[in-house]
């Protein structure tokens, strides 16, 4: 069961909900960093506010899983005690990517919430059912965005059917925490809970796709998309001057 | 046509981008706001180098959102700057991107460390907020309102910057002493980014006489030592400059002048650092690009 | 023709409040101009509701400041301009 403040290390929920968080964290990292750099101004505002409910998330599940502990979690963790998702390790910066890989992540993190925020662990179904408010936002956000990107053109829906064939890999093995029935014990969650809201997943972001006439294609993950070392590497690479004092 | 003397009888009630503007009011205008616009365009994007980097969660959330508030401040003008000439979006963008480096003489010096955009964001946005405040008044009706936005966001970024540096401050003598690099840095830089004294500025009478802006540069930047020279001394840092004073009875501070004529050199004829600003976010830009670009 | 058009957002603080005026995005149709307005002109501002509508569906009024002004100029249309014929108020 479940207890506030740091959980024992290695235990399947504290790995899941440090996973949890640290995709928090990457994504929230990506999208405040590239809002100096997409496609336009409007956007970009979005893709910094969207950032920084992300960093949010993080700072507070990493408070669940770590106590006061949360900038060496951030800081100074090696990046293999890391338990990112593989698509939260992805760095995207063009647009197709970026929309890809958030509509799927958002979409995914929607459909998990909704498990979540029935857990009998009160703070993480309090703090799950906060971040739904700022999720439903963000989902809105990316499929809108879906429709109009891909249903401009041919050539801008071929961009986005290229970019989902890249990302899609990667987010099918991305949904499911590991030892998911431990978790599922763990937080309160009824036996299966998880892989049913996958399975809902996948079929709403398939019908999702398949009406702006898009498809998610199975394939091989690209390891090289994984850019969880260089990300950390330029995250830290001030507090690395002078730790803990910032 | 409305002559000057109408529209300075008339500022009190500013005036709107369809109404008849005479010529000369709407290229004053133009040439003052675009000039504050394609500053909170490119400026960000020293800002945007360091949003990654950011050493602490909290410092990450904080210069987030304040970098984000420029872009919007960037995307405010930019409206106000596209209905007053009826350019587009690619037009204008295109004339950032490609054109003069029409910005702050700030931009075009580099922000080599984390001490940089912080002291920026202290001082500087510190410095903005007097100058803007004279621009709720200003002549031309959709700048003054966006000005309202935009000042209330100087406020928190002035914070933001205060909150950078007392976390440095509070951190190692060498964090210290970077601080203090920091401001001998960009003292004098920020004394000459209030502009030359008006008897020496070639545009300020014409915008003055237009209502389009009201404070004298050195009126503001008077002001602005009143308010930060007591602050940078009260969190323990050095003022780098030994003619300065302050004169009781005439109220008035002394100081040593900024080289002017850099300052010139740079805003007419811009700088590597500035090129180069313009020269990413056009690379940034051009990868999305298709997402707009017309058919 | 550009593919980027210009939307005005009001935006109502609280229920009840009228949609105010605030400012305009750019964006291909109303429901992107809708995602980007929030963040733009509600992330920092008490806000409940907002509405975007094509500019190009805004008819805006030509007349001098004047010719709204005789409207109001009109004493018999205010409680205190009225009076009684023997000059008293009514």
């Known amino acids: ?57 993080a700072r507070r599940l990493y408070a669940l899983v770590a106590g006061a502990d949360i900038e060496r979690m951030v800081y100074e963790r090696p990046a293999i005690e890391f338990r990112a998702s593989p698509l939260a390790r992805t760095c995207p910066v063009e647009w197709e990517l970026l929309l890809a890989r958030q509509f799927l ?48 053109s041919a050539d801008t829906r071929d961009r986005v059917q290229r970019a989902l064939d890249q990302m899609w890999p990667l987010a099918a093995a991305s949904f499911l925490p590991g030892r998911a029935a431990a978790v599922e014990e763990g937080l309160g969650l009824p036996d299966g809970a998880l892989a049913r809201a996958r399975d809902m997943w996948l079929s709403q972001t398939h019908a999702a796709c398949e009406e702006l006439g898009l498809r998610l294609r199975d394939g091989n993950p690209d390891p090289q998309l994984d850019r969880l070392e260089e990300m950390l590497g330029e995250m830290r690479s001030v507090y690395q001057t002078a730790p803990g004092r910032w | 046509m409305t002559s000057s003397a109408q529209l300075k009888e008339t500022s009190a009630r500013q005036v709107e981008p369809w109404q008849d503007l005479s010529d000369d009011y709407r290229a004053a205008a133009t040439r003052m706001i675009e000039f504050h616009m394609m500053s909170e365009i490119v400026g960000p994007v020293h800002e945007f180098r360091w949003v990654p980097r ?69 001082l500087i946005d510190g410095a903005e907020i007097e100058r803007q405040a004279t621009l709720l008044r200003s002549s031309y009706g959709p700048y003054a309102r966006a000005m309202r936005k935009i000042l209330k966001e ?44 008006d008897e020496n500025s070639k ?46 009875e005439t109220g008035r501070w002394t100081y040593t002048e900024p080289d002017w004529q850099e300052f010139s050199s740079l805003l007419r004829g811009g700088s590597p650092v500035g090129a180069e600003l313009q020269r990413e976010l056009r690379q940034a830009r051009g990868i999305s690009a298709w997402l707009f670009s017309e058919d | 023709m550009t593919y980027l058009r210009t939307f005005e957002v009001f935006r109502q603080k609280a229920p009840g409040d009228a949609h105010v005026h ?50 109001r100029a009109k004493a018999y249309r205010r409680s205190g301009g009225l009076r009684t014929s023997s000059g008293a108020p009514s």
């Open chain 1, 1 to 57: 069961m479940f207890a506030p403040g740091p959980l024992a290390a290695g235990s399947a929920v504290n790995d899941a909900l440090t996973g949890l968080a640290d995709d928090e964290l990457l994504i929230g990292h990506v999208l405040t960093s590239v809002a100096g750099w997409g496609p336009e101004l409007e956007i970009n505002i979005a893709l910094s506010s969207m950032g920084q409910d992300e960093i949010g998330h």
């Open chain 1, 105 to 152: 992540y958002e979409s995914a993190a929607d459909a998990r919430a909704a498990v979540l925020a029935h857990s009998d662990v009160g703070e993480l179904a309090t703090l799950v059912t906060e971040m739904q408010h700022e999720e439903r936002y963000h989902l809105d956000f990316w499929l809108t965005w879906l429709r109009t990107t891909a249903g401009r």
């Open chain 2, 54 to 122: 950011a050493p602490s969660l909290q410092a990450k959330l904080v210069f987030a959102a304040k970098s984000q508030d420029e872009v919007g401040h960037g995307l405010m003008l930019m409206r106000v700057c596209q209905d007053l000439t009826g350019k587009s979006r690619a037009e204008y963008m295109e004339q950032i991107l490609d054109g003069p480096p029409r910005f702050m003489n700030i931009f075009h010096y580099p922000w080599d460390e984390w001490v940089d955009p912080a002291i920026v964001a202290w």
């Open chain 2, 154 to 197: 100087e406020g928190f970024h002035h914070h933001c910057g205060r909150y950078l540096i007392g976390q440095m401050m509070a951190g190692t003598r060498e964090q210290r002493a970077a601080v203090q690099r920091g401001v001998d840095r960009w003292w004098l830089r920020t004394l000459a980014m209030f502009g030359p004294r």
């Open chain 2, 203 to 248: 545009h300020g009478p014409k915008l003055m006489a237009y209502g389009l802006k009201f404070a004298q540069n050195e009126a503001l930047r008077q002001s602005w030592l009143t308010k930060f020279v007591p602050q940078i001394r009260a969190v323990g840092l050095e003022v780098p400059d030994d003619n300065l004073a302050y004169d009781g």
């Open chain 3, 22 to 71: 605030v400012g305009e995005v750019e964006a291909p149709d109303a429901a992107t101009a809708m995602v980007l307005a929030k963040e733009h002109f509600a992330r920092r501002e008490v806000c409940c509701s907002l509405w975007v509508a094509d500019r190009s569906d805004v008819l805006a009024s030509q007349w001098d400041p004047e010719v709204f002004d005789a409207g």
